[in-house]
Nanobody
């Protein structure tokens, strides 16, 4: 059907930077939007950033000015550049893709997650 794979997580000191990458493949007719969610231990999953086909973006308030989201349309890829990282950014980050296959209504597909750990 549709596969989503993310990478780029790791360990970084507070104030450092990381870039996450995600690519979608499979029976994709078109992609409506792509984005990133994160989940810390014992906490609910929260939206970090999204980007639509039109280029509209949305960010979690706490990451505005620090994170940037971008797409590479030809590769069905999305990236999350994370700067000025804080310990509270520590979480598993998940890539999500809202895509059409053979359906008239799109559905969401998820990657397996990549760990981001920010030390103080």
């Amino acid at each position: 059907q549709v596969q989503v794979v993310e990478s780029g997580g790791g360990l970084v000191q507070a104030g450092g930077s990381l870039k996450l990458s995600c690519a979608a493949s499979g029976s994709i007719a078109s992609i409506s939007s792509m984005g990133w969610y994160r989940q810390a231990p014992g906490k609910e999953r929260q939206l970090v950033a999204t980007i639509t086909t039109a280029g509209d973006t949305n960010f979690l308030d706490s990451v505005k000015g620090r994170f940037t989201i971008s797409r590479e349309y030809a590769k069905n890829a999305v990236y999350l550049q994370m700067n000025s990282l804080k310990p509270e950014d520590t979480a598993v980050y998940y890539c999500t893709v809202r895509a059409y296959t053979t359906t008239i209504v799109p559905r969401d597909y998820w990657g397996q997650g990549t760990q981001v750990t920010v030390s103080s």
